[in-house]
């Protein structure tokens, strides 16, 4: 963590996640006793995950990290709420939006719409992983530059959406970019410079 | 969501199996999509959940010797419209895979997960509302909105099937195998599907314990085998939505005289909508605006709508009168502006 990031004691996230504490703590005694969480499959049937929360490996932004999850949760909450990956947006919950989009080995897939035991063995990349070093992502960059958002919350599916379509395709023309586009949306209509800053992205170097 | 068991089975007989142990309580998971919305929105709570992403050889695309064609259950959607051959022999089968959702949506989308899916029918989805098909006593569509539903066959539920794959692959004489605790099944995709009046709990034929592996489309339906094929669907969202009313249809023609036909509507019905009216009403016949406007006049013959989707009528006939001149390079059909 770099030096200014520690001296920013104060953050919104950090005060909405302090006042939920005391009902997480709630959730967690009113549960009911655990009585071991990996049932063992009979010989031959495969394996067996949960249904009580089980450590799984996710290989987010060229990181290994290990969690506990139920199968129940989706890539998308433990992104958010146990990584603390919170760029992908949790706004449909129903794969009709593009808010919570990421690449998993390299293609956009809805975070919400898959589950976090699903994702393992896969590469997964969010939002976070786009800059290297302190430097945006020539999509970010150009984001900021044709000035391609007004509240910013749809913002991060749509520029990870956008990396994949480049990587793909070096130059994409409008259309290109609007099919590639088009699961997303966004409320403040900021469309036609979205479709401009990643056209305007295309052939830069990362 | 409720809590459930994920189970990861090495082979098809340890999914069979897991399932039938499952006792109808166990949901087949392929590319999630369908069955997490209905987990998230409680329309069914599975206590076990079987991950066919483990069962190796489930999502291969593969053309015989023969010129026909076999498709895994797990191939994605985008894998089937980006196929370059099954482009160019069978292209209604992906113009269809393209125009299912978005690209997140056809990156994890599959084939079987597609031709399964359950009713977009806002009752059948709504947790508040225990329709017909949830064990409820009644069709809230007749009593309610209307406007996104079936027109042709139904009754005593009157969802439409939303597959936009299902039209394509039946208009391309598919067929479809399902392996099951009694064994394989392969069958004509057209007769995987029912209709409510026979059966109100699911929309095909398959029983607890079922899962669809593949389905193969003969080589006579391909463009080398003869056949020319096109799909045609439109929404109302026209970046990403599912089908107000689609239209695949597959002709084999002899300059502009069609020799045979399939007509098959999406979106029209509670399953995909096979037209053998329209189908005999353009076979023999040269394909012009009058013959084809003919055949989608046929079509909708029969056609009753409820209270709010009349215009699904002459947007059907629209689009079955496009699609056959279109297959026939006889134009859109559309009067010069």
Redesign the interface.
């Known amino acids: 963590m770099s030096g200014r990031a520690k001296r920013r004691a104060f953050t919104r996230r950090a005060f909405l996640k302090g006042i939920g504490l005391g009902s997480v703590g709630a959730t967690v005694l009113a549960a009911p006793p655990s009585k071991g969480t990996r ?1 063992a ?1 009979p010989a ?9 929360a089980v450590a799984i490996t996710l290989k987010v932004n060229g990181v290994a990290r290990t969690l506990r999850v ?3 949760v ?1 890539l998308l909450d433990a992104l958010r709420d146990r990584l603390d990956l919170t760029g992908s947006k949790k706004i449909c ?3 009709e939006c ?1 808010g919570c ?1 990421v690449l ?1 080995d390299g ?4 975070a919400c ?3 976090a ?2 994702a393992r063995h896969r590469a997964i990349t969010t939002v976070e992983g786009l800059s290297t070093g302190g430097r945006l992502h020539p999509v970010q960059a150009a984001f900021i530059e044709a000035d391609a958002l007004q509240c910013g919350f749809c913002t991060p599916g749509f520029v990870v ?1 956008a990396k ?1 379509l480049l990587d793909e395709v070096k130059t994409p023309t409008a259309e290109q970019v ?3 586009l ?3 949306l966004c409320r403040c209509g900021t469309y036609p410079r979205i479709v401009e800053a990643v056209r305007s992205a295309a052939g830069r170097k990362g | 969501m409720r809590r459930f068991a994920f189970i990861e089975p090495p082979d098809l007989a340890a999914a069979t199996e897991a399932l039938a142990r499952g006792a109808g309580k166990a949901a087949i998971l392929a590319g999630g999509l369908d069955l997490l919305g209905e987990m998230k929105d409680r329309i069914i709570e599975p206590a076990a959940v079987v991950n066919l992403k483990t069962v190796r050889g489930l999502d291969a695309i593969r053309f015989e010797p023969d010129g026909s064609l076999r498709i895994g259950a797990l191939a994605t959607l985008a894998s089937v419209a980006a196929h370059p051959r099954l482009g160019r022999e069978y292209p209604a089968v992906a113009q269809a895979a393209q125009s299912v959702g978005s690209v997140e949506i056809r990156n994890v989308g599959t084939v079987g997960g597609n031709l399964c899916q359950r009713p977009r029918c806002w009752y059948y989805r709504s947790p508040l509302h225990k329709c017909l098909k949830k064990g409820g006593d009644v069709c809230f569509t007749t009593v309610g909105q209307s406007r996104y539903h079936a027109i042709l066959g139904g009754g005593p539920s009157y969802i439409v099937h939303p597959s936009d794959l299902a039209p394509a692959l039946i208009a391309c004489d598919a067929r479809i195998t399902v392996v099951g605790p009694d064994g394989t099944k392969d069958l004509p995709l057209e007769q995987f599907y029912v209709l409510p009046s026979v059966r109100l709990d699911h929309e095909t034929i398959l029983k607890p314990g079922e899962i669809v592996t593949e389905v193969s489309l003969p080589a006579s339906a391909s463009a080398d085998g003869g056949t020319r094929s096109r799909f045609l669907k439109f929404r109302e969202k026209d970046s990403f939505d599912f089908a107000l009313v689609s239209v695949a249809v597959a002709l084999r023609l002899q300059g502009n005289s069609c020799s045979a036909a399939r007509v098959v509507l999406g979106g029209v019905a509670p399953t995909p909508w096979r037209s053998k009216e329209a189908e005999s009403a353009i076979v023999d016949r040269s394909i012009g605006p009058r013959s084809a406007a003919k055949a989608a006049a046929a079509a909708l013959a029969d056609a009753s709508p409820m209270s709010h989707n009349e215009y699904k009528i002459p947007l059907a006939r629209t689009l079955i009168t496009r699609a056959l001149l279109e297959t026939a390079d006889q134009g859109t059909g559309l009067a010069p502006s």
């Open positions: 049932p499959a031959g049937t495969g394996r067996t995950l949960g249904p009580g139920e199968p129940r989706t919950d129903r794969g593009g989009a998993v293609s956009p897939v809805l719409m898959m589950l035991v699903d959406a994949a609007r099919e590639a088009g699961g997303h």
